[in-house]
């Protein structure tokens, strides 16, 4: 794939995060993979204003390809997604709602079928100081199974083939943080269990629909 469509990919993802809230400032970034090298917003973007002239190159090892700026300060986490767990594209955010949960919960329970895009339940990785490799390590271990994960008192990671698809499911997570949130509000939220899960997984095969994947171990 050409680096360009990429790298328009990657731009055009960012300026949607923080038009849509998800980031605030240079709160955030996003890559996505081509074969052998990552396109990857460089770090202090502001984020509503990336374009894909800004976005640079790295490799796989981080070093830098292409590009005037240094990529994002948590290059380390994007690189360990695409090694240790396949991803085609990642985000990271500071959604307020995900933001909001992480600092007090351990997970997110499900509590929407809709959660099963997302692998489940949604695990809260440990803090560590941003742009470590704790971050990376604690934050990749989060994931397993997953495609998305909070990262306790920080914000958001969340996986896709590309840039479109992570954002896509960036959304979804801060969407089943409110709904969290909001039920948590009024009184103790119901959550679906396997069997209840597995019946939403039978239902999605009997009517040939798409987009939802069992419950993670």
Known sequence: MRLEIVRERVAAAARRLAEEGLVLGSAGNVSERAGELVAVTPTGAMLERVMADDVVIVDLEGTLVEGAQAATSEIELHLGAYRRHGAGAVVHAHPPFGTALSCVLDEVPVVHYGMLALGGS?????????????????????????????????????????????????????????????????????????????DVLDAVAARSYGGLQGPAR
Request: net charge negative; proline share 4%.
């Open 122 to 198: 949604v695990r809260v990785a440990p803090y560590a100081t941003f742009g470590t490799p704790e971050l990376a390590t604690v934050t990749l271990d989060a994931l397993e199974g997953r495609a998305a994960a909070l990262m306790a008192n920080h914000g958001a990671i969340t996986l896709g083939a590309d840039a479109d698809a992570a954002t896509e499911t960036a959304r979804l997570l801060e969407w089943a943080c409110a709904v969290y949130w909001r039920a948590a509000s009024l009184g103790t939220p119901r959550t679906l269990d396997d069997g209840q899960l597995q």
